[in-house]
C-alpha cells in the first residue's frame, strides 16, 4: 500500500516496470526482460518493500462514508473558536 491507501500488488510492479522499460530510451535497443516472480522478489528486497496488513479500524473504513463525516464534523467546528477544540484519542490528548 502506499502513502495514499492505494494497494499496490506485485502484479501492478511487474505491469509498471514493463510499463516503463517500453518509454525509456536508453532501453529500446535492449531486449526487453520478463519480470518474473524471481524479478519481483530481487527488487522488493532491493528497495525494502514488504507487505504491510491493515489492523482494526483502518482495514475497515468506508473511505465514501469518512469524507461525509468530515465535512460534517469541520461545519460542526465552525461553531467554535481555535482554542476551544482539541483532539482526544484512545491514547490520550493530543
Known amino acids: 500500500m502506499n502513502r ?4 499496490v500488488t506485485g502484479y501492478i ?3 509498471m516496470a514493463s510499463s516503463f ?3 525509456l530510451s ?3 535497443t535492449l ?9 519481483l522478489i530481487n527488487f522488493k528486497a532491493r528497495h525494502a518493500i514488504s507487505y504491510k496488513r491493515r489492523y482494526n479500524e483502518a482495514a475497515t473504513v468506508d473511505r465514501i462514508q469518512l469524507k461525509s463525516d ?4 469541520r461545519e460542526e467546528l465552525l461553531r467554535y ?5 482539541y483532539n482526544i ?3 490520550g490528548l493530543f
Open 26 to 28: 536508453q532501453y529500446s
Open 31 to 39: 531486449p526487453k526482460p520478463v519480470f518474473s516472480e524471481g524479478w
Open 4 to 7: 495514499k491507501g492505494v494497494i
Open 70 to 73: 468530515l465535512a460534517s464534523i
Open 13 to 15: 510492479l511487474k505491469e
Open 89 to 91: 484519542d484512545e491514547i
Open 81 to 85: 473558536y481555535l482554542n476551544d477544540i
Open 21 to 23: 522499460w517500453d518509454k
